[in-house]
């Protein structure tokens, strides 16, 4: 199993536009057959940090992960600024 924590700080005013471009990402890794658990959490107390907390059945699932459409736009369209490992 491979688990993975990331933190992802917005700026204020791009938090809506994250919730957007995100949305996709979350819908298609819930689908993807190695995946066994895909969290969005929004910090209660700090509404721009986010928390994704991402299981997998195997390194090969991630990397598959990696490669799929959704991923690649939600990747496309971050910041370097935005995400970071927790």
Known sequence: MNVTLVEINIRPERVAEFLD?????????LKEPGNLRFDVLQDPEVKTRFFIYEA????EAVL???????????????????????
């Not at 799929?68 to 927790?86: E, F, I, M, N």
């Open 56 to 59: 997998y059945k195997d390194d």
């Open 21 to 29: 471009v995100f949305r996709a990402n979350h819908e298609g890794a």
């Open 64 to 86: 598959a992960h990696k490669k799929t459409p959704h991923y690649l736009a939600w990747r496309g369209k971050a910041r370097p600024d935005d995400v970071g490992a927790a």
